[in-house]
């Protein structure tokens, strides 16, 4: 652990361990920081695991560093956020089982045994001893390092993806992030699963939630090919298929999100939109509705989706003709840089693709010299011409029709002359 984290993240879990003590319970890292941490993949997004009651501990932790906490006692657990940075999410080591499958499960508090029990992959259930007199102490009950070290997904019982169909999600993303293989016997639950039709019973929000982190993954993609060998792009929507004019779109897709990367522009906000917009591309209209009117993205995201679906096709009709950068300008202004891109790696036409780009690189950074101020100095009576006039000045600058101060106040005067 000395070894691999930051010197401070090392510092702090061992003050963890030394306040767990004084306080008489017992706390551990688990789950994903562990499984990365042992794989040298640098991942500081801490789980906690207390032994004791989580939300009091995540308290005294926060009061000792003055560390924001932010507690859900509904879950006995909290996030304490300290001032350097970093952020523990802190459980009660707890017990889940399910009176239903799909369901959320019934939680009770309990041992870190039982709390490792629940969990989805032998290689996540491994944890880390945090307490002084025994830090760093591997807690393996499952045999997770071996899996860890064979590249081997694997459940922990033949009723895990019932219990939770989420979890066939996750073991996918993991195959294709970690390079890992599902194991056999774990292969064939996930295709019984997927046959009982497991993933329908999913609550459109978990959904939801599952398809926003494959589509946030570094490599979509290669994860939505393979949920497509596992027939689970049918849980997104019965009509959603792979083809190779998907592939080819998507690797278009990736083409353009590395390209808007290496601008310096600042990074893309949310990649995973565009990724989303080419998975709904082949779908006939009524079904990309269907589909978005039931996930739970954030409205402004669904509604760029919707637009792109709707309004794509005719966008870059338009941008596949010889135009002039004002109307480019026009015609993309408001539309976020997810649809951009999309539209980008979608149109198949060099001149559409041109004109996007420079809207990206160029247009969209270009304002006339003079303000309203300045017309107003020029004597002009305030008014609905104001905008008039400064939206022709922004084309003429565009369209290069204007170069210096005079031009534009040349162009102003004849413009108010007009009327
Ligand atoms: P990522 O790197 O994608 O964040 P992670 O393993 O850290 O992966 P989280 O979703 O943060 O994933 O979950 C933390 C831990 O909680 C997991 O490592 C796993 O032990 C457990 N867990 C999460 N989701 C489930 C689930 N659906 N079923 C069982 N255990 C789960």
């Known amino acids: 652990m000395k070894d691999r984290l930051p010197a401070p993240l090392f510092s702090l879990l061992q003050k963890t361990g030394e306040l767990a003590e004084r306080r008489r319970v017992r706390v551990y890292a688990a789950g994903g920081f562990v499984r990365d941490l042992l794989l040298g993949i640098p991942n500081f997004d801490v789980d906690l695991v207390v032994e004791g009651d989580g939300i009091r501990f995540a308290r005294a932790l926060a009061q000792q560093y003055k560390a924001h906490v932010v507690t859900h006692k509904r879950f006995g657990t909290a996030t304490v956020a300290f001032a350097d940075g970093h952020a523990f999410d802190v459980a009660t080591a707890r017990t889940e089982s399910y009176d239903s499958p799909a369901v959320l499960p019934t939680v009770r508090r309990s041992s870190i045994r039982e709390d490792l029990r629940r969990?989805?992959?032998?290689?996540?259930?491994?944890?880390?001893?945090?307490?002084?007199?025994?830090?760093?102490?591997?807690?393996?009950?499952?045999?997770?390092?071996?899996?860890?070290?064979?590249?081997?997904?694997?459940?922990?019982?033949?009723?895990?993806?019932?219990?939770?169909?989420?979890?066939?999600?996750?073991?996918?993303?993991?195959?294709?992030?970690?390079?890992?293989?599902?194991?056999?016997?774990?292969?064939?639950?996930?295709?019984?699963?997927?046959?009982?039709?497991?993933?329908?019973?999913?609550?459109?929000?978990?959904?939801?939630?599952?398809?926003?982190?494959?589509?946030?993954?570094?490599?979509?993609?290669?994860?939505?090919?393979?949920?497509?060998?596992?027939?689970?792009?049918?849980?997104?929507?019965?009509?959603?298929?792979?083809?190779?004019?998907?592939?080819?779109?998507?690797?278009?897709?990736?083409?353009?999100?590395?390209?808007?990367?290496?601008?310096?522009?600042?990074?893309?906000?949310?990649?995973?939109?565009?990724?989303?917009?080419?998975?709904?591309?082949?779908?006939?209209?009524?079904?990309?509705?269907?589909?978005?009117?039931?996930?739970?993205?954030?409205?402004?995201?669904?509604?760029?989706?919707?637009?792109?679906?709707?309004?794509?096709?005719?966008?870059?009709?338009?941008?596949?003709?010889?135009?002039?950068?004002?109307?480019?300008?026009?015609?993309?202004?408001?539309?976020?840089?997810?649809?951009?891109?999309?539209?980008?790696?979608?149109?198949?036409?060099?001149?559409?693709?041109?004109?996007?780009?420079d809207q990206i690189t160029a247009y969209r950074q270009v304002r006339p010299i003079l303000r309203g101020n300045d017309l107003k100095a020029m004597g002009l009576e305030h008014g609905p011409l104001y905008n008039r006039i400064l939206d022709r000045l922004l084309d003429a600058r565009l369209n290069g029709e204007v170069e210096t101060e005079a031009d534009e106040r040349r162009l102003v005067s004849r413009l108010a002359e007009r009327g």
């Open 119 to 357: 969990r989805d992959f032998t290689i996540n259930t491994l944890a880390v001893g945090l307490n002084a007199d025994h830090l760093g102490e591997l807690v393996d009950l499952h045999n997770g390092l071996r899996d860890l070290q064979d590249k081997t997904l694997r459940v922990l019982h033949g009723l895990s993806f019932i219990d939770d169909p989420t979890r066939v999600f996750r073991a996918i993303r993991f195959e294709q992030r970690l390079g890992f293989q599902l194991d056999r016997d774990t292969a064939v639950l996930m295709k019984e699963a997927v046959n009982m039709k497991i993933c329908h019973r999913l609550s459109p929000a978990r959904l939801s939630a599952e398809l926003f982190h494959v589509l946030s993954e570094r490599e979509p993609v290669k994860t939505l090919a393979r949920l497509a060998d596992f027939n689970l792009l049918q849980c997104i929507h019965p009509r959603l298929k792979w083809s190779p004019e998907l592939a080819r779109l998507m690797k278009a897709v990736e083409k353009a999100v590395e390209w808007h990367a290496g601008l310096s522009l600042g990074r893309l906000k949310s990649p995973w939109v565009v990724y989303g917009m080419a998975l709904m591309d082949l779908l006939p209209q009524p079904a990309v509705q269907e589909t978005l009117a039931r996930l739970t993205f954030p409205r402004r995201h669904t509604r760029s989706m919707l637009r792109v679906a709707q309004e794509g096709a005719r966008l870059l009709r338009t941008l596949d003709r010889t135009i002039q950068p004002s109307e480019t300008f026009r015609t993309l202004r408001n539309l976020p840089d997810e649809t951009l891109i999309f539209l980008m790696a979608k149109t198949r036409s060099k001149r559409g693709k041109q004109h996007i780009a």
